[in-house]
């Protein structure tokens, strides 16, 4: 799965945007039967609560039915989505350049 960006857009109110992934739901199975997990982009990951917010520095987690660990951004990346979810955001804001 790639990145995904939409760099120099234009919304109706004349501000840029770029789309962050945040969520993402994978199936594995048959249409008749199967089993979905979820992705979910947790929040800024850092020593001490710092801001870091370079790009890969926000927590993944694995999502499975009752179970919830937390997951590298590679992991995310290689999944293979269903339904993806992207936050809209300005690209002025400093943390929409992370993923």
């Not at 790639?2 to 840029?16: A, E, I, L, N, T």
């Not at 969520?23 to 800024?44: D, K, L, N």
């Not at 520095?57 to 694995?62: E, I, K, R």
């Not at 993806?84 to 943390?95: G, H, P, S, T, V």
Request: glycine share 12%; charged share 20%.
């Amino acid at each position: 799965m790639q990145c995904f960006s939409v760099c120099g857009c234009r919304s109706s109110d004349k501000g840029f945007y770029r789309y962050r992934l945040i969520g993402i739901v994978e199936h594995s199975g048959t249409m008749r039967g199967g089993h979905y997990v979820a992705y979910v982009r947790g929040p800024v990951s850092g020593e001490n609560g710092s801001e870091d917010v370079g790009p890969g520095s926000h927590t993944w987690f694995y999502i499975s039915d009752s179970h919830v660990r937390q997951t590298s951004l590679e992991s995310v990346l290689q999944s293979e989505a269903y339904l993806l979810f992207y936050e809209k955001c300005r690209i002025e804001d400093a943390d929409c350049a992370s993923f």
